[in-house]
């Protein structure tokens, strides 16, 4: 098997390039899959962009990403359902088989966690079958603790699989990435568990790299700059069981000002010295 | 019971503060705790702020802080007992029963979150018995998740409990601080278990508000303003049989800009009316 065989490039960390430029320098360079945002497709045209990957046999490994489920509101709920259900489609149309949920903060002035996460499981259960018929699995993807109160009440594998085990694991699972859980000692376990039942529906990788930016949003490192053991983790989803994409996630600001096809190059190369060999 | 009895404001929150104002204002308040550290202590001096503390009938609650134990290198490990010893003798000096520790985050370059903790534990073997016989205990800080690498690999109340339980409880226990652990739904339980062996050496609070400042250090939110439900935090602690003292420490940049005595009267009615009343 190749070194990039199993490497898939987030969008999302060479966003400086449009979506023929992004598909270009994956073939260019040799990278089998991509991972997606909503927001760059619906830009350059859902149709489109499916015509564009289908040509050049690119797989597509997740859309990111459903979710922000934990608004109390009936209408902003049901806002927030139907868009899901349009994010299904559209991986649907993408040929992917996984949407990645970011599930959601507190309300605001609400300091309730428990009713947060609650509200996650009511849409999951209206969403779940939903994406099944489609031919898509959902990934709660626990979000570092640091984005507890703004971004994601679920905080670590143990919060996400405890909501993923309510439901079929063809409908409900979860993403393991690395930035978010690599401090947590717990978290081995938790993916065994997640393996022991098919929940491991996509494996991300970003180093944690400090200081953090001001807002936490745009700091992670490029893999091989930080604190976390990429071949431990990798180690830890194979022993689970998991033989899938692994798909490089990054948000930083540096690597955005940066020309994007010499970004793709860089961590196609580091992935192959700290993931790979 | 006062309102204020078990009020304790640590020095951080207020370190525009001269030793002798603090002691003023917290007498002209009713505040009859305070929480210290050793660099404002050892710049007005050890023996004087002793003399001063006790002038005024004050109770210090904790000495912040001793730790970072996760050098590799012998003699700065060597280094950082010694100073450690120290800190405990300051602490008996100053009449507290707790010496907070922070336990130090990876040595460059390292990746073996493990190892540095098992480093922590030696570290607890060798001065656990030294601050027994000074009448000191030494609280384990577990720190939020984002300060793993760089300052704190203890970032649970379940690691910190792990390591603390290889020791006596009148040698090691945990410091149990909202903001480090208001995401974990796992604590409640972790507290419960941290009381049962008499382990809650202190409490302290800050409250959780975003966006995190650049370098996550100075974003710790006057009580109120934040995401955390103070009461359901001081509930935990005292069902797990913890009466003693509530810390309120703040690092936070806006609060250190003002005038000193303002916030102090300003974070001792928070503390009465969102912890108390």
Not at 31 to 40: D, K, S, T
Not at 112 to 118: C, I, K, P, Q, T
Not at 120 to 136: F, K, M, N, Q, S
Not at 240 to 264: C, K, M, Q, S
Request: aromatic letters at 6%; proline letters at 5%.
């Amino acid at each position: 098997m190749s070194d990039l065989a199993r490497f898939s490039i987030n969008q999302m960390t060479v966003k400086q390039l449009s979506m023929p430029e992004l598909v270009d320098a994956c073939v260019e360079l040799g990278v089998p899959g991509v991972g997606l945002w909503r927001e760059p497709v619906q830009s350059y045209g859902l149709e489109e962009t499916a015509k564009l990957i289908m040509d050049t046999g690119l797989t597509v490994t997740t859309l990111c990403r459903g979710g922000f489920f934990t608004a109390i509101d009936p209408q902003e709920r049901s806002r927030a359902l139907t868009d899901n259900r349009r994010a299904i489609e559209e991986a649907a149309r993408l040929g992917t088989d996984t949407l990645v949920l970011v599930s959601g903060g507190l309300p605001p002035g609400s300091k309730d966690l428990h009713g947060a996460r609650e509200r996650i499981a009511d849409a999951l259960g209206e969403l779940g079958p939903y994406a099944e018929r489609h031919g898509v699995r959902l990934a709660i993807e626990p979000l570092h603790p640091m984005y507890a109160a703004d971004r994601c009440v679920v905080s670590t594998l143990s919060q996400a699989l405890d909501l993923a085990e309510r439901f079929p694991a063809e409908q409900v699972g979860v993403a393991v990435d690395t930035y978010h859980i690599w401090w947590d000692d717990t978290a081995p376990a938790q993916i065994a568990r997640a393996g022991a039942t098919g929940r491991i529906h996509t494996f991300q990788l970003a180093d944690w790299t400090t200081p953090l930016p001001k807002g936490v949003l745009d700091g992670r490192g490029q893999i091989g700059n930080g604190a976390i053991d990429m071949r431990e983790w990798k180690g830890h989803v194979e022993a689970a069981g998991y033989t899938g994409p692994i798909e490089v996630e990054l948000f930083n600001e540096e690597l955005w000002a940066r020309d994007g096809r010499e970004v793709l190059a860089e961590t196609t190369a580091r992935f192959v010295e700290h993931v790979i060999r």
